[in-house]
């Protein structure tokens, strides 16, 4: 932290002086709340809460939420403070200085001490627990991470005949080996046994770490939540679990939205919907219940592609379809149908990308099936999706297509990124030029 704010005080005063060729008023208030508006955004971000095994990635996107966590406070700051006239000149040299200055160092300093440790220096001895026959997992691993600067100075294996001496057997292992921290399994642990052991690791300043074995649990992230006085642990089974996750995605779905229905739909809509009245008689417009997130269901809208009929909420569509109109079958050959549902999207129903939804009929035939196909519904359903991106789009007409459609829909689910989105998005605008 002080290395760190030595180098924002470096460029703020060097950046002031290039600018202004002296130091001049406000100079000492605006150095003043430069170093408090960093304080207070390494606190709201946790800037600083890394780990031993925290990754290059993790750090660089912390450190860049502090830094525009501070862009924002000193921002605000010229805002409100009206009576002087501040320079953007300034702003914008002192952010290039400051945040590459301090990008740099966080990458340096992350290498630096991980070189450190792997010289034998800043190492935390470490003692595992475990049942008896149990995989050592965690140690194999360990062993192959020097730079954490973990040493494992014993394992400790638990016979079933010996669960009753299990804290008698730890202490013997920890006391005058300089232990630092315990490793113990959460399957071995009931209340009396774990308030024994912290008592004695309190007494001989060594930290407890429960280890939880859910290798078969696909889950992205583990959070504590506090009932009361009951600690819950809470499973993040995908990407989009994470509140931050889904206010990025919210946030693109709005703005992405908003640009098609302004920049496209306004003049390209009532061309498509003047195709659609002359064509065939019938509304413009198609509306259909269909499955959202967590099965609930909505309005899903489309440009009208069929003759009006009785069928629509129970028969799919199929190739050479008598009930296609000649309008109908170029707006779904280039997907032109589906561009009502910016509006789902702006109403919180859809995303832009994610798995595509399917009337409700579908949903029940299918659930029953294809396995996990209901995990489909984990998140928002989305424009475009990466089975559509990859060509699995409009019938399916047999269960292989079904099933690596759903294979897809939940290899997007568990792996989502805002990268992803994009590639999915520039992948599904080259489909629709091929057609």
């Given at each position: 932290m002080v290395v760190e704010l030595l180098l924002l005080n470096g460029a703020f005063i060097s950046m002031f002086y290039y600018k202004h060729g002296a130091f001049q008023h406000p100079f000492p208030s605006l150095l003043l709340y430069v170093n408090f508006a960093w304080v207070v955004s390494i606190a709201l971000t946790r800037a600083y809460d890394i780990k031993r095994s925290s990754t290059l990635f993790?750090?660089?996107?912390?450190?860049?939420?502090?830094?525009?966590?501070?862009?924002?406070?000193?921002?605000?700051?010229?805002?409100?403070q009206q009576e002087y006239r501040y320079s953007r000149e300034l702003l914008l040299w002192f952010y290039s200085t400051g945040f590459a200055s301090i990008m740099l160092y966080r990458i340096v300093f992350h290498f630096a001490i991980r070189q450190f440790r792997k010289k034998g220096f800043n190492y935390r001895n470490i003692v595992l627990v475990m049942h008896e026959g149990e995989e050592d997992q965690l140690s194999s691993f360990i062993g192959n991470r020097p730079e954490y600067g973990y040493h494992v100075k014993n394992v400790i294996r638990i016979r079933e005949s010996e669960r009753d001496r299990t804290?008698?057997?730890?202490?013997?292992?920890?006391?005058?080996?300089?232990?630092?921290?315990?490793?113990?399994?959460?399957?071995?642990?009931?209340?009396?046994?774990?308030?024994?052991?912290?008592?004695?690791?309190?007494?001989?300043?060594?930290?407890?770490?429960?280890?939880?074995?859910?290798?078969?649990?696909?889950?992205?992230?583990?959070?504590?939540?506090?009932?009361?006085?009951?600690?819950v642990i809470k499973l993040h089974t995908t990407p989009l679990d994470n509140w931050n996750n889904q206010l990025i995605k919210r946030i693109f779905d709005i703005l992405f939205s908003v640009l098609v229905i302004v920049c496209l739909l306004s003049w390209l809509m009532p061309l498509l919907a003047l195709a659609v009245i002359i064509d065939s008689r019938g509304p413009v417009f198609f509306r259909q219940k269909r499955t959202g997130r967590d099965n609930r269901s909505f309005w899903c809208y489309k440009l009208r592609t069929m003759r009006v009929n009785t069928e629509s909420d129970t028969k799919q569509a199929t190739r050479n379809d008598s009930r296609i109109t000649r309008v109908g079958g170029f707006l779904r050959k280039t997907s032109l149908d589906e561009l009502p549902q910016f509006f789902n999207v702006l109403l919180g129903d859809m995303s832009v990308v994610g798995p595509r939804p399917h009337m409700l009929k579908h949903t029940t035939e299918f659930s029953a099936e294809v396995d996990r196909f209901m995990e489909r519904h984990k998140i928002k359903p989305g424009i475009t999706g990466l089975a559509q991106s990859k060509g699995y789009r409009g019938e399916t007409d047999d269960f292989e297509k079904l099933k690596n459609r759903v294979k897809l829909d939940l290899f997007y689910v568990n792996n989502w990124s805002f990268l992803f989105d994009l590639k999915i998005i520039l992948d599904t605008v080259k489909m629709m030029f091929k057609g």
């Open positions: 993790s750090i660089i996107r912390g450190t860049a939420s502090a830094l525009l966590m501070h862009m924002l406070l000193v921002f605000a700051f010229y805002v409100f804290n008698e057997i730890i202490r013997a292992q920890c006391e005058g080996n300089e232990i630092h921290e315990i490793f113990f399994p959460i399957s071995m642990v009931n209340y009396s046994l774990l308030a024994d052991l912290i008592h004695f690791a309190e007494e001989n300043l060594i930290r407890v770490r429960l280890v939880a074995d859910f290798r078969w649990v696909n889950f992205t992230d583990l959070e504590i939540e506090r009932i009361g006085d009951l600690p």
